[in-house]
């Protein structure tokens, strides 16, 4: 079999939610023609793969995380043909497609639960999840993740069945083994007509504890959301190891699979991500975004402290050192807006800031992810309104809180921080009407910035958010130090400068970055001293010495050679852009300095002040 292939390892991912992202028709909803029309777009940020956010047939309870169709396209979006046509023009221009994968629950109104619901002795009952109530009411006291309890009460059958999250989204019972078996024929289906894996949507949670006990109650809260009950549960790797074998083992091809896993733990994520296993290439964790919110209540806003939040990520690049793999991400559909959250969206600092929390990110050992918008450094959208959400959490989240009679400021308040919505406005593409977006009303405002935030006003410009991810990607490509080498934090209780280093065995980075407003002068050590700056976010940033100043939300990437390297006379003193009588690793090395100056003429600046060629190997990737 060929997933051991690596190659997912130096790759970046983009994430469309298609519904915000390109709308061909006129109805104020994005779709795949608008998609197949913006390719160019992730071209030139140079992406490698496309995850597309559900675009399966589904009644968009929760915008297609509620699948009523798993073999058909919505007729929002269009059509199998035109999925075809998207796929072999992402193909053609050397990307691949990843697909979301929603099966721990479908849509009420798919056919295996309209069966489902029909009599308690239909064939498809026990694919769902339907119990007794107790006393007269439900039969626990899990909670949905969309507010009030996880049962739904069926009149026609006189039981409750199980939903972790919208009412209109029942949970599958995976102990059927005709469920996984359908679930596998079609995943099948979708690798037979081309698509190049799949992000599997809480796959954590397919397993429940036996019994479905009541998770410990939370005062105040008569329910719970019960992770213990449905998180990494006792099947949920025997599960994942089938499928493999079921669905990918036979097959040919470079695939990459993707679990999102709410609540999981570093520990769990190594099994889930050791190779020798075989169940899935990577998760996306959720510690780092559950950071700033009590539990239980992710609109209650709490504020975060960068300490905490580099020791989360820092942790999970420690776990999964020796064997698994980290996703990196800031951004997806379900989280604010990263520049808004952990950055600083004020207009003094909000490109600074943005490209910082990029550099960052993008320097640890992982696959990156991009989310469409991120690249601009799009901002949380101003909500004031209980009319401004749209977004079935939001919705009922604020109807639960005025129901309790409790605090409406408050609950609009954290609504506008964290709800889902801000990731969710339109694309902005240009500052003409609607962004670019739609000829018509789009389904969510666009956010007014779009006058200046938009991709139009980036994509030529040399300083742009948009210049400094192409740049970091390009990076990504280059540099095999970028996806293999250790990762030692630097200054790990420092509350503003979050730096760290990269290292294999003959070469070394620096990530550093100034995550505050106010200017900082860092002692960084003499083995820095003429580094050579491979990319900054600042005009007029030179080579290291020992030490940097760096200014509000400065952030850099500096490169050196090891000892070792130097003393067998690999590097010179000669400027980096020196004539041909350099060496050829100087010579080849500098081409990639100048490659990225290209898109950022700051770093084409520090490197002609830079005087020094200490500068790593372009080693090939794998
Ligand atoms: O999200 C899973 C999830 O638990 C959260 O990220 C969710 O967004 C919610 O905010 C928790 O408070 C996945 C999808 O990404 C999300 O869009 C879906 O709504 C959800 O599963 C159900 O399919
Ligand atoms: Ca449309």
Known sequence: MTRTTAWWKSAVVYQIYPRSFADSNGDGIGDLGGIIGRLDHLRALGVDVIWLSPIYRSPQADN???????????????????????????????????????????????????????????????????????GGAEPNNWGSFFSGSAWEWDQPTEQYYLHLFDRKQPDLNWEHPQVRKAVQDMMVWWLDRGVDGFRMDVINFISKTEGLPDAPAIPEQRFVVAFDGFADGPHVHDY????????????????????????????????????????????????????????????????????ALKKSLHRWQAALAETGWNSLYWNNHDQPRVVSRFGDDAPDYWAASAKALATVLHGMRGTPFVYQGEELGMTNY???????????????????????????????????????????????????????????????????????????????????????????????????????????????????????????????????????????TVDIGPEWIGAELLLGNLPDTTGASTALDLAGWDARIYSTTTPAEVSIGLTTDVKSDSGPSSRSVVSRTSATARGNSTDNPRASASSRNSRTSLVIKPVANP
């Open 240 to 307: 994942l190891a089938e499928l493999t074998r079921e669905v990918f083992s036979a097959r040919h091809g470079d695939f990459i699979t993707i679990g999102e896993m709410p609540g999981v733990t570093p520990a769990r994520a190594r099994l889930y991500t050791d190779p020798a296993r075989g169940e899935l290439n990577m998760v996306f964790q959720f510690e780092h975004v559950f950071i700033d919110q009590s539990r239980g209540n992710k609109f209650d806003y709490r504020g975060f402290e960068l300490v």
């Open 382 to 520: 101003p909500f004031r309104t209980p009319q401004d959400h749209e977004d079935v959490e939001a919705v009922n989240y604020y109807e639960r809180v005025l129901e309790q009679g409790g605090d409406e400021t408050a609950a609009l308040a954290g609504l506008a921080k964290m709800s889902r919505d801000n990731a969710r406005t339109p694309m902005q593409w240009d500052a003409g009407p609607n962004a670019g977006f739609t000829t018509g009303d789009p389904w969510l405002p666009v956010n007014p910035n779009h006058s200046w935030l938009n991709a139009a006003a980036q994509l030529d410009a040399t300083d742009s958010v948009f210049a400094h991810y192409q740049a970091l990607i390009r990076l990504r490509h280059e540099l095999a130090i970028l996806v293999d080498g250790d990762f030692t934090p630097l200054m790990a209780d420092d509350p503003q400068i979050w730096a760290y280093t990269r290292t294999t065995a003959n070469a070394k980075l620096l990530v550093i970055a100034n995550c505050g407003r106010e200017p900082r």
């Open 64 to 134: 297609g995380y509620d699948i009523s169709d798993y073999r058909d396209i919505d007729p929002l979006f269009g059509t199998l043909a035109e999925f075809d046509t998207l796929l072999a023009k992402v193909h053609g221009l050397g990307m691949k497609l990843v697909m979301d994968l929603v099966v721990n629950h479908t849509s009420d109104e798919h056919a295996w639960f309209v069966e489902s619901r029909s009599s308690r002795d239909n064939p498809k009952r026990d694919w769902y999840i339907w119990r007794d109530g107790r």
